[in-house]
């Protein structure tokens, strides 16, 4: 299936997030540090939400 736009640059964006915050906060998951674990609650929100739309079509 085609990705809309939408998809896409939120893909770009967390990727980008991903690689920012390791290199240069010292962000990791499993360390208790809430901004990394917020991202991925959110993130994963969006997957969920993402694919129950395609399902629904």
């Known amino acids: 299936m085609p990705r809309s736009a939408s998809e896409t640059t939120v893909g770009v964006l967390v990727a980008l997030a991903a690689i920012v915050g390791t290199q240069f906060f010292g962000w990791e998951w499993g360390s ?26």
Do not use: H, L
């Not at 901004?35 to 629904?56: D, H, K, Q, S, W």
């Open 32 to 57: 208790a540090q809430t901004v990394p674990t917020v991202i991925g609650v959110i993130v994963a929100i969006f997957a969920v939400a993402f694919v129950a739309r395609r399902a629904i079509r």
